[in-house]
C-alpha cells in the first residue's frame, strides 16, 4: 500500500512494578484527564485490574505501563504488560473463558480482549509473556482503526522517575527541495547556504545506486547498508523515525531527549541527515545525546544515520543486518555526518534501542514476534535484552503501509 501510514505519538509513560494496584487508579485518572469517557474509562479500569491481577498471580517478575496514544484527531490509553514467565503453552485457551491453571474463574484475559479496542498478546514457555491492549474513546474514530507502522517502548532504570531515552516518529510526504547535506558534499550553514564542495574542489560527487546491488554483499552473504552522498527522499509518504539517549540519566538527561523529539517533530527536513542538523542545533546547551534517525519508504528504501551509540539493525525471522553509527555526541560534537542505504528485507522489520539493552540478542528471538504489532514487538526486545541498570528505550517500525 501506498497511502499514509499510521503514527501515533506517546505521553504520560508510566510504570508500575512492585505496587500494581496503584496502576488501577492511574488509569482512572489518565482516561477522565484525556477525555476518554465515563462508561470507556470504567472499562479501562476494569481491564488494568484483570491484568494486574493476573500479574501478580501467575507470572515472575511482570510490570505493567500506562500512557496515552493520541493523534492529530483523538487520545486513547495503552497497556503494556511485560513479564518474565512462566508463560503460556496454548494461548488461545488462556483467552477462552472458563480457563484456569488455579481453580478461578478464569475470565481476565478474555474479558480484556473484548473490552479493548486493540488487544494482543505474545508468550513462550519458560520465557515470559508480553500483552498490550489499547482503549479509544467510543465511536471509535476511523483515524485509529489500523495498526500504528512504527512502535516503542522507554523504561527508566531502577530508582528513577524519569526516563532520558526517548522515540519520535512523523511523516514526510513532500518532496525535498534540496539534497541532504553529508560526509563529501557539505553542510548546511546557520545562514541556509550550502558550501559546493565540487565546485570548489573540481571534483563531482560520488553517484551511489538507489537500490543495494547484489554484488556488494557481506561476508554472510546479506546486502551490505551502502554508504550514501547526496542522499535523497524518493517520492511518497516516507516515515521519518528517531531513537535517542539522553547523555546519562535522570531528569538532565531527560530534558535532552525531550529538546530532541521537540526539534523532531516541528523539523522540516526529509532525509536523516537534514533532521539530525535540526536535532542537533536543538540539543546544544543541553548535556547532549545520541541518536539515530532513519527514513522508510513504500517500496522498502531505509536510510539511516545515527550518532553515538544507538544500535540499530534491519531484522527479518532469519537475518540481523545492523546499521552503523559513528562517534559524537548530537548538541556538542557532531562531525561529518553519513548516510547509509538498505533495503528491509521482506517480512522485517527495523529496529533501534539504546544501550539500556544489550546487544546480543538474535533474530530468532524476535522470529515469533514480528507478525505482532511494533509496539509489542518493542515489548518482548525488552523483555529479552534489557537491563535495569540504565535508561532503556526500543523502537520497531514495519514497512508496510
Known amino acids: 500500500m501506498s497511502g499514509l501510514p499510521l503514527l501515533l505519538d506517546c505521553e504520560d509513560s508510566a510504570w508500575f512494578r512492585d505496587q500494581l494496584e496503584a496502576a488501577r487508579g492511574a488509569a482512572a485518572a489518565l482516561g477522565r484527564r484525556i477525555g476518554l469517557g465515563d462508561h470507556r474509562t470504567a472499562q479501562l479500569v476494569l481491564a488494568v485490574a484483570e ?11 511482570g510490570s505493567m505501563l500506562l500512557r496515552v496514544l ?29 480457563t484456569s491453571t488455579v481453580g478461578t474463574l478464569g475470565i481476565g484475559l478474555g474479558a480484556v ?20 491492549a489499547r482503549f479509544w474513546p467510543h465511536p ?36 525535498p527541495t534540496a539534497p541532504a547535506t553529508d560526509a563529501r558534499a557539505g553542510r548546511a550553514s546557520e545562514s541556509g547556504a550550502t558550501f559546493d564542495w565540487s565546485a570548489l574542489t573540481a571534483t563531482r560527487p560520488v553517484a551511489v545506486p538507489s537500490r543495494v546491488t547484489g554484488s556488494r554483499l557481506d561476508r554472510t552473504g546479506r546486502p551490505k547498508a551502502e554508504l550514501v552522498r547526496d ?11 528517531m531513537s535517542c539517549d539522553g547523555l546519562g540519566h535522570g531528569p538532565m538527561a531527560a530534558l535532552a531527549s525531550q529538546a530532541a523529539v521537540k526539534a523532531f517533530r516541528t523539523g522540516t527536513g526529509g532525509t536523516p541527515a ?6 542537533h542545533r536543538a540539543l546544544r546547551g543541553t548535556r547532549g545525546a545520541a541518536v539515530a534517525i532513519a527514513r522508510l519508504e513504500p517500496g522498502g528504501r531505509v536510510l539511516f544515520c545515527g550518532i553515538g551509540n544507538i544500535a540499530a539493525a534491519l531484522v527479518s525471522s532469519e537475518s540481523r543486518s545492523n546499521l552503523l553509527s559513528h562517534p559524537g555526541i548530537v548538541g556538542h ?3 561529518q555526518l553519513r548516510t547509509y542505504e538498505q533495503r528491509l528485507p521482506p517480512g522485517g522489520v527495523l529496529v533501534m534501542h539504546s544501550d539500556g539493552l544489550n546487544e546480543r540478542w538474535k533474530p530468532s528471538d524476535l522470529a515469533s ?11 518482548g526486545l525488552l523483555r529479552q535484552a534489557g537491563t535495569r541498570r540504565d535508561d532503556a528505550s526500543v523502537v520497531v517500525a514495519k514497512g508496510a503501509w
Not at 491484568?51 to 517478575?61: C, E, I, P, R
Not at 493520541?70 to 477462552?96: K, Q, S, T
Request: include cysteine; aromatic fraction near 2%; charge should be negative.
Open 51 to 61: 491484568l494486574a491481577t493476573n500479574v501478580t498471580k501467575y507470572s515472575a517478575d
Open 113 to 132: 480482549q473484548r473490552l479493548a479496542d486493540r488487544f494482543d498478546i505474545h508468550s513462550v514457555p519458560g520465557v515470559g509473556t508480553v500483552q498490550l
Open 369 to 379: 514476534l514480528l507478525q505482532h504489532p511494533p509496539a509489542l514487538i518493542a515489548a
Open 274 to 279: 537534514q533532521v539530525m542538523e535540526e536535532v
Open 140 to 175: 471509535l474514530h476511523p483515524s485509529v482503526t489500523g495498526e500504528a507502522v512504527v512502535g516503542g517502548i522507554t523504561r527508566p532504570m531502577g530508582g528513577e522517575e524519569v526516563c532520558g531515552d526517548a522515540w519520535a516518529t512523523r511523516t514526510d510526504n513532500h518532496l
Open 231 to 241: 542522499a535523497a527522499a524518493e517520492a511518497g509518504n516516507g516515515v521519518l523515525v
Open 333 to 335: 560534537q557532531m562531525r
Open 70 to 98: 493520541r493523534n492529530a484527531a483523538v487520545a486513547g490509553v495503552e497497556v503494556v504488560v511485560v513479564d518474565g514467565g512462566p508463560g503460556m503453552a496454548d494461548v488461545a485457551a488462556a483467552l477462552r473463558d472458563g
